[in-house]
């Protein structure tokens, strides 16, 4: 009968030793929000999905919220609370006040985002994942970030753009062991292109291939990825820090009465593509425009010295009949052009350093279609 009584009890004890840890706090459940909040970015704001994750995990009376920001080092939690709506130390049931702290909390948290600013000299994207992979039980992370990755091996001036989004970075994130285990986390992307000067606006294009790159290293981790096309731009940046700016290819100008002009690849294609992008039927008119009646036009494929010469030049050549393809679209005689694909056999600058290795800015003037009139 005592054996009985101490069993009763211990059991009693255990319940009421459950109810208290879930009043005082989360049931391992993590929202985190995770900024680069560099000078090169427009300052952190929450995102309509963002807001809807944040409302979610506030209404949850499960969840936790850590907010970090990149630092010189190491990301830096700069908040972090328990999210179950109270009355001084109680749970608050109450509808009508339940609304109004989640409100006073979706603002309060919007107004830290909007004071972040990081000190980091670099844009590192890639470390804000690993912290999240690091984080431990069930997270939800929020991740505001333009993405253009300026340290490590996935840097995207030194991926340089016709690469960016490809599968192969993936790849070789995979085999250089840069893959975050994010086995069990949803992450959403906010901000993915969007920047704040110096650096130079992105073209949508471009936008797509960073939130491209993103999502397949977030999904080769085994994350729950998606990316909000909602704008997250909180007003100019506060950071002070200079941050390196990327190269952005430009369209070329087009001269009233062209000779020769290089049409970059990484506008008029995607990566390892030949399918021209909708934003080069712009710059193709332009051309077409300025050709003069009866001239002679040659277009003749380049690449960076990438991958096997054979293929290289098979890319070249099927990425010069896209222009031709599309100048015959716009009237241009197709019995008046010619199609060459030279790789890069014919490069139109070395791109190879003395050691061999590979001059990104270089490799991009590479990757190229020329135009000759005559």
Request: proline share 8%; hydrophobic share 40%.
């Amino acid at each position: 009968m005592a054996t009985k009584r101490i069993t009763t009890l211990a059991v009693a004890a255990a319940l009421m030793a459950g109810c208290a840890s879930q009043e005082a706090g989360g049931s391992g459940t993590t929202l985190l929000i995770a900024m680069t909040a560099v000078a090169n970015e427009p300052r952190p704001a929450l995102t309509v999905l963002a807001r809807q994750e944040l409302s979610a995990a506030v209404h949850s009376d499960q969840a936790d919220l850590r907010i970090v920001r990149s630092g010189t080092e190491r990301p830096v939690v700069i908040d972090e609370r328990d999210l179950r709506l109270r009355r001084g130390t109680q749970i608050e049931h109450d509808p009508g006040r339940r609304a109004d702290l989640a409100a006073r909390e979706l603002e309060r948290v919007a107004g830290v985002l909007s004071n972040g600013a990081s000190n980091s000299a670099h844009l590192d994207l890639l470390t804000l994942l690993d912290h999240i992979a690091r984080t431990p039980g069930r997270v939800t992370a929020v991740v505001i970030s333009s993405g253009l990755q300026t340290s490590g091996p996935l840097a995207v001036d030194r991926l340089d753009w016709d690469h960016v989004g490809a599968d192969s970075v993936t790849d070789q994130a995979r085999s250089l062991g840069l893959v975050p285990d994010l086995r069990g986390k949803r992450v959403v992307f906010a901000g993915l292109g969007e920047v704040a000067r110096p650096q130079d606006t992105l073209s949508p294009p471009l936008r797509n291939r960073l939130v491209d790159m993103w999502l397949k290293l977030c999904r080769a981790g085994g994350g729950d990825c998606v990316s909000d096309s909602d704008p997250a731009v909180g007003g100019p940046p506060l950071s002070t820090t200079p941050v390196p700016t990327v190269p952005v290819p430009q369209p070329p100008s087009i001269p009233a009465e062209p000779k020769a002009v290089n049409l970059p690849s990484d506008i008029l294609f995607g990566p390892d593509s030949a399918v021209l992008l909708p934003t080069a039927e712009p710059l193709l008119a332009r051309l077409a425009a300025a050709a003069p009646p009866g001239a002679r036009v040659s277009l003749v494929g380049h690449t960076a010295s990438v991958g096997p010469a054979e293929s290289a030049r098979e890319l070249s050549r099927q990425r010069a009949s896209a222009v031709r393809d599309g100048l015959i679209r716009l009237g241009v005689p197709a019995a008046s052009i010619t199609v060459d694909g030279v790789g890069y056999d014919q490069p139109l600058v070395a791109d190879r350093d003395a050691a061999g290795a590979l001059i990104p800015a270089a490799a991009q003037q590479n990757r190229t279609v020329t135009v000759s009139l005559r």
